[in-house]
């Protein structure tokens, strides 16, 4: 999924705002510091899920036989191909 640089800084500052709102956590970093960080895990994440997507779009493409997207089939089949690339990927099931 594709996010502009606003939402992801959006993203980011609700994310520190929880963060902040937790008193069951300390920081011992700059409030921005921490927000940028929580940027950078967010743009790996969906470099990561941009990967997953494409990889399991080439796979459903490769069938013989000419499956649209949108369709019962297709839908079981990305779900299928997802879950068994995200666990190569990420180590979990998605």
Do not use: P, Q
Request: with cysteine; aromatic share 8%.
């Amino acid at each position: 999924m594709r996010l502009s640089r606003e939402k992801i800084n959006h993203l980011s500052k609700l994310i520190l705002r929880g963060f902040i709102d937790d008193d069951r956590l300390e920081f011992y970093c700059d409030e921005n510091d921490l927000r940028l960080e929580i940027v950078n895990v967010l743009k790996a994440e969906l470099e990561v899920e941009e990967e997953i997507d494409s990889a399991v779009r080439k796979v459903i493409e490769s069938y013989s036989k000419d499956i649209r997207e949108g369709t019962d089939e297709w839908d079981i089949l990305y779900h299928k191909h997802y879950n068994e690339e995200a666990k190569k990927r990420r180590g979990v099931m998605a």
